[in-house]
């Protein structure tokens, strides 16, 4: 018998990688997708939970770099991802687990990408 962990893992394994469909001309660090993403939260006055990228965190293995509260009770799980970056088999387990849960966690590659999801 194998965990309900494990089982993930290998349903992660058995996906394909998520990647980029178009990363456009420039290449972009994800640090500085990471600090567009949070300057737009705070534009629109949003709550985000982010950790941090520069320091090992005590977060969930596999948890979206983002969790956004935005208005009128809406929530968005966000992966930010430079263009051609890949989701770990961990990302992409917790990905399919809050899918079957009814929930998205979207990857983003680039700032167009996250304002095309509000």
């Avoid at 399919?96 to 680039?110: D, K, M, P, R």
Wanted: charged fraction near 25%; hydrophobic fraction near 45%; include cysteine.
């Amino acid at each position: 018998m194998i965990s309900h962990a494990d089982y993930l893992a290998m349903l992660a394994r058995m996906q394909p990688r998520a990647t980029a469909e178009s990363p456009g001309p420039a290449a972009v660090r994800e640090r500085d997708l990471h600090e567009q993403v949070l300057a737009e939260c705070r534009l629109r006055r949003w709550i985000c939970f982010h950790g941090s990228m520069a320091h090992a965190t005590h977060r969930t293995i596999g948890e979206p770099d983002f969790i956004i509260l935005r208005d009128q009770g809406r929530v968005i799980l966000v992966e930010g991802k430079r263009p051609g970056g890949k989701l770990t088999p961990e990302q992409l387990a917790l990905k399919i687990w809050a899918e079957t849960l009814g929930h998205n966690v979207a990857a983003v590659y680039t700032f167009q990408d996250f304002i095309g999801l509000l």
